[in-house]
Every structure is written in structure tokens, then in C-alpha cells.
């Protein structure tokens, strides 16, 4: 139900989108100029090494007589490559290191944070009282909150991401390189996604409410423990389908169509995470322009 009842706002609402899309452009442009002193002597050094020439390699005898024993053992020698160059150029393992940690751990995370306050408001205003907010406008008027949530939720992410990693690296030398691991990767990475998004799914929708940050993810893990296989599963489905859109995407538009899927599925979960919220609290909310109740048996 909540997973319908999103995507009917979603599409009613498809302007979102757009705004969306507009902001992860800016962002990534931000993200991409902070990068570049970073990664442009590892690209160098990669390349000397023939890692990219490697990737190509792997891939062409993916299509051609190599099949999959050729792309695993095209992959592991770009492995090897990418291992020499570390153990070689301590420069590149430092700027890879820095990289690391002040662009993809603390600056994506951060900058790409800020949009789930004013998103959030936004949503709660249009299912609410049916009010259209500008995206906008309420990203500026929201901003100190946004800064204080995003700066409360990075620990938060980088520890479920750290314990998922780990879990990955567990596997992988567990099992080896062998064709089950894609798939046992890919099962432990949707299940601690969609863990990470059950806990922290009403956080935004709380603080929108007008529940502080620190108090809205209190409550954000009250509501999910108190109902954790709906909402756990809902997200699981979720993910599930939005990777396999996203993959089928990707390959049959050569990758395009993700200037659209990304910001699709933003919005997708921005609106699943506020009628969870409605949803789990009993409050009635606007589908498009028709007032819908909770069934009281799934509610708090």
C-alpha cells in the first residue's frame, strides 16, 4: 500500500523530479571540481599501469570467447594492477586516501544530504494539506536544519556502510572469485540498504513535522522497530526494484536514461519515506487530490 500510494503522488506530482535533477546536477559539478586535484594524478598512474586498458580487456572478453571466466580473470589482473601502483607510488595511495575521505565519505555524503529536509517539507505540505511549496524556496529557508541534519546523519551512514563493507569483504574471501558472488554481494548489499532505510526512513518526514533533528530520529527508529517487517519489506521490495530499473536502464539506454532514473528515484523514496511516516502514524494525507486514512491496525 504505502509503495502505491508513493508512486501515485510521485507521478501526480512528477515536477519534483525536475528540481531534483536540477540540484544533483549542482552538486555533482561542486563534487567534481573538488575532486579533481585528487583524481587526476590517480588517473595519470592508472593509466601508465594499464589499468583502463585492463577494464577494456575484461569486458571484451566478456562479449566475446572469454565469457565470464575471462572477465573474472580480466578483473582480477586489473586487481593486480591497481595493487602495484599503490605498493609502488605512495603519493597516489595517499591522494586515494584523502580522496576517500574527504570527497566520497564526508563532502557526498554532507552535500547530498541537504535536499531531504526541504524535500521533505515540501511532500508534507503537498499530503498534508495538499500545498504546493517550492523546492527552492524551502532548500533556502530549511538550510540551517538541513546543515544540522546532514551533519547528524553522516556518523550515522558512514557506520552502516562501514559495517556493510565489511560484511562484503568477509564474503568475498570467504567465497572467493567464483560466479555466486555477484549475487551473494549484491543479496548482503540490498539487505543493509534496506535496513539503513527502515531505520531511517520517518527521520526526514519527523523533523518536516516539526520534530527536532535529534528527537525525529529517535522517533524514526521507534516507528521502525515497532513495526519493522512492514517497513523493512517495503524497502526491500523497494530497492530491489528500483536496482533491477535501474540496471535494465542502463544497459538499453547506454546509460542516458540515468539523467532521469536518478532523480526518479529520489523522489521516489523522499515520497515512500513520508507516507511511511503518514501511514505508521495514522495521519490522513492527500493522494493526489483524494483524502486517504490509514487503516487504524497499521498504524502507532
Known sequence: ?????????????????????????????????????????????????????????????????????????????VYLSVVNVFESNGRVASLTMLFLIFIVIVAFRFFFGLYEIPLATVLDGRMSCNAHYGFGGKFFSMLSVSVRYSLAKMPITIAFDAAMWGVVYGVTVGIGMSVALPFVVILVIVAFLSFKKSMLACWAPCVADGTGVIKGFARSVEICFKRFGSIFSTYLVTILVIFACGLFITVFTLGVGLIIAIPFSVACFGYLDATEYYNKTGKRYYIDSVVFTPPSENTL
Open 1 to 77: 500500500m504505502a509503495f502505491k500510494n508513493a508512486f501515485k503522488n510521485l507521478i501526480a506530482h512528477f515536477g519534483i523530479v525536475w528540481s531534483l535533477l536540477l540540484y544533483i546536477l549542482i552538486c555533482a559539478a561542486g563534487i567534481v571540481g573538488l575532486s579533481l586535484p585528487f583524481i587526476l594524478p590517480i588517473a595519470n598512474a592508472f593509466a601508465d599501469a594499464g589499468v583502463f586498458d585492463g577494464i577494456r580487456a575484461a569486458f571484451s572478453a566478456l562479449f566475446n570467447d572469454g565469457g565470464w571466466n575471462g572477465l573474472w580473470d580480466g578483473l582480477y589482473n
